[in-house]
């Protein structure tokens, strides 16, 4: 039998020690809290798109009655952005989330089906996307959606 350890690198950031840009682009996925339909869960959660040619996309989780039809903030905004410039790749993605009237404490976590449809984004575009989750205690930065789902099923699975 062989061990594997697979490593995840996860960089830990002050608000303000993050580009301008950054900061702009958490900023606008705080504000997509605020435009968040969830009804069901009380949790509001933003995403905001930054494209390689400067533009920002920004989504909120719309939530339904019947409750798998929702979709989360992440594929919201991710999905506008490749319907809008199908040829342009996403640079990075910043995600906040708003709950007993106030953002989590700690950084928040994307789901495993907004993690797989990240994937597909640096797949499709070869090129890795960086993602920022939002906390009060500080943003993580990763890299690559790699490192958030090490093990993936990707398009070289199927060949
Ligand atoms: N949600 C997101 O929008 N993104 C995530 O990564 C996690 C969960 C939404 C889905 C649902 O509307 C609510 O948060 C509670 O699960």
Do not use: W
């Not at 594997?4 to 993050?18: G, M, N, R, S, W």
């Not at 958030?148 to 199927?158: D, G, I, V, Y």
């Amino acid at each position: 039998m062989e061990k594997k350890t697979l490593v995840t690198h996860i960089c830990f950031y002050q608000f303000e020690e993050l580009s301008l840009e950054y900061q702009q682009l958490i900023s606008i996925a705080k504000e997509q809290t605020e435009k968040s339909y969830s009804p069901y869960s009380n949790f509001a959660v933003g995403a905001a798109v930054l494209m390689h040619n400067g533009e920002i996309f920004a989504g909120s989780n719309q939530e339904n009655a019947a409750y798998p039809s929702g979709l989360c903030a992440e594929r919201t905004a991710m999905f506008y952005a490749n319907a809008q410039r199908p040829d342009i790749p996403i640079r990075a993605i910043a995600i906040a989330a708003y709950a007993h009237n106030d953002f989590l404490e700690d950084p928040v976590a994307p789901c495993g089906a907004c993690r797989q449809a990240l994937l597909e984004n640096e797949g499709r575009f070869e090129q890795p996307l960086q993602i920022l989750l939002y906390g009060k205690k500080g943003i993580y930065v990763v890299d690559s959606v790699k490192d958030l789902l090490p093990l993936c099923f990707t398009k070289e699975s199927l060949q």
